[in-house]
């Protein structure tokens, strides 16, 4: 968008956002994390960053990003991931991608921070893995794709279902089934920018702003005036990213 990334948190900023996590998925997008987080945050907050190994990069082994939760602007590091397990492409070997998750998630225990969940295809093997090595106790489904069924095995071990811009797609009513059997307390909303930018935006570049038109999308479904909705989702994301006092 215009003025990049400077301009992409100012309009996030104007639309009433009020806190963005910038997702890690390896060395260079988590070190971009940090220094978004370290540039833009304002005071030091309102911008965050995630420091992880996308299950598509877990060949590179997590050591290449193990560093940078002690290295410079490791204080803006909020939690781990994006990481866990894709079979829908397996760029990884299957293997490699649930060794790095499990590694991930002893980081998550170590550190006491909060884990942040990439699922595709893998859902028996992401929670059998997590059943293995303890869920962390804040831990987040990134850009949540499954339906009641894969909610309420989330749900049960605590874990938050974090809604895109897919929950606005045609196709999605397996999600949009999910979502209304959540819990209002356990929802997040996301955009995943660049992607999956919602109706009306879809097919163009996402950006942290539009996550207002998920929001009101989906407090529509859940029949929740926008204000309480967002009240609560805010709430939420504070909670599970610990980011203090709203």
Same mark, same amino acid.
């Given at each position: 968008m215009t003025g990049g990334l400077a301009g992409a948190v100012t309009a996030a900023r104007d639309a009433g956002v009020s806190a963005m996590v910038t997702v890690g998925c390896d060395r260079p997008s988590s070190l971009a994390a940090i220094e978004a987080a370290t540039t833009h945050g304002v005071d030091g907050v309102d911008v965050w960053a995630t420091v992880g190994l996308h299950p598509h990069d877990a060949v590179q082994g997590v050591a290449s990003i193990a560093d940078l939760f002690d290295g410079p602007g490791g204080g803006h590091v909020i939690a781990v991931g994006e990481c866990g397990l894709d079979y829908y492409y397996d760029h990884s070997p299957r293997d490699v991608q649930r060794t790095a998750f499990?590694?991930?998630? !002893? @980081?998550?225990?170590?550190?006491?921070?909060?884990?942040?969940?990439?699922?595709?295809? &893998?859902? +028996?093997?992401?929670? =059998? /893995?997590?059943?293995?090595?303890?869920?962390?106790?804040?831990?987040?489904?990134?850009?949540?794709?499954?339906?009641?069924?894969?909610?309420?095995?989330?749900? !049960? @071990?605590?874990?938050?279902?974090?809604?895109?811009?897919?929950?606005?797609?045609?196709? &999605?009513? +397996?999600?949009?089934? =999910? /979502?209304?059997?959540?819990?209002?307390?356990?929802?997040?909303?996301?955009?995943?920018?660049?992607?999956?930018?919602?109706?009306?935006?879809?097919?163009?570049?996402?950006?942290?702003?539009?996550?207002?038109?998920?929001?009101?999308f989906l407090a529509d479904l859940r029949d929740t005036p926008l204000a309480e909705f967002a009240a609560v989702t805010t709430g939420n994301a504070h909670r599970a990213f610990a980011l203090g006092s709203v």
């Open positions: 499990a590694e991930q998630i !002893a @980081i998550a225990h170590t550190r006491q921070l909060p884990l942040v969940i990439h699922t595709r295809d &893998a859902w +028996d093997d992401t929670f =059998a /893995v997590l059943a293995a090595e303890g869920a962390p106790e804040r831990t987040i489904f990134h850009c949540f794709t499954g339906g009641p069924a894969e909610a309420e095995r989330a749900l !049960a @071990i605590g874990a938050y279902l974090s809604i895109s811009g897919i929950a606005t797609f045609k196709y &999605a009513d +397996d999600l949009r089934a =999910a /979502v209304l059997a959540t819990p209002a307390d356990r929802l997040l909303v996301e955009t995943d920018a660049p992607y999956l930018a919602p109706v009306p935006f879809r097919g163009k570049p996402n950006q942290p702003a539009y996550v207002t038109h998920t929001a009101q």
